[in-house]
T-cell receptor
Framework: KQEVTQIPAALSVPEGENLVLNCSFT??????LQWFRQDPGKGLTSLLL?????REQTSGRLNASLDKSSGRSTLYIAASQPGDSATYLC????????????FGQGTTLQVKP | SAVISQKPSRDICQRGTSLTIQCQVDSQVTMMFWYRQQPGQSLTLIAT?????????ESGFVIDKFPISRPNLTFSTLTVSNMSPEDSSIYLC????????????FGPGTRLTVL
């Protein structure tokens, strides 16, 4: 059974710091991995999608890496800003035909001005 | 990317009643799903909404409690039946795009409180 774990559960940093959020999964047989952002009481915003054949994806100040063999992904946020404060969720998709996502518990990030 | 809207955005309901949540996508998606997010928890898949046929439910979720319809490629409804306080959650609709990247997009969610 696939399980997804995110560490740390919560993180508080001063503005301007570079930071790394970690995601691990128990079964390396995944179709893709997606990082989301969730603001309090809101839905999910897709940040980055990494296909199983890819090693990393970048969007602006965000960079996500994937090491499928070791069951790990990281989300790197450069030059953090208070507007980055949110919960970050990683989710793995098991197979093309199911579309089902298995989510981690999330990392709640607070960036202090 | 697909834009997904949900109605209502929030509701407060009495125990024993039912609520139907609507999900509308602005473009065709290959798959649609309904997830539940209980307070302080991550998301759990309820079911896959299949166009024109019965939904496919995950373990622990049943059709009598969570009937789902998907009459076309861009619209789906989830009903939460005979509600109890334990059903208080955020319910989110999602869709998988038809592009090669198969990115999954989520609606803003429906925050349900059952008294």
């Amino acid at each position: 059974k696939q399980e997804v774990t995110q560490i740390p559960a919560a993180l508080s940093v001063p503005e301007g710091e570079n930071l790394v959020l970690n995601c691990s999964f128990t079964d390396s047989a995944i179709y893709n991995l997606q990082w989301f952002r969730q603001d309090p009481g809101k839905g999910l915003t897709s940040l980055l999608l990494i296909q199983s054949s890819q090693r990393e994806q970048t969007s602006g100040r965000l960079n996500a890496s994937l090491d499928k063999s070791s069951g790990r992904s990281t989300l790197y946020i450069a030059a953090s800003q208070p507007g980055d404060s949110a919960t970050y969720l990683c989710a793995v998709r098991l197979a093309f035909d199911t579309g089902k996502l298995i989510f981690g518990q999330g990392t709640t990030l607070q960036v202090k001005p | 990317s697909a834009v997904i809207s949900q109605k209502p955005s929030r509701d407060i309901c009495q125990r024993g009643t039912s609520l139907t949540i609507q999900c509308q996508v602005d473009s065709q998606v290959t798959m649609m799903f309904w997830y539940r997010q209980q307070p302080g928890q991550s998301l759990t898949l309820i079911a896959t909404a299949n166009q024109g046929s019965e939904a496919t439910y995950e373990s622990g979720f049943v059709i009598d409690k969570f009937p789902i319809s998907r009459p076309n490629l861009t619209f789906s409804t989830l009903t939460v039946s005979n509600m109890s306080p334990e059903d208080s959650s955020i319910y989110l609709c999602s869709g998988v795009s038809g592009t090669v990247y198969n990115e999954q997009f989520f609606g803003p969610g429906t925050r349900l409180t059952v008294l």
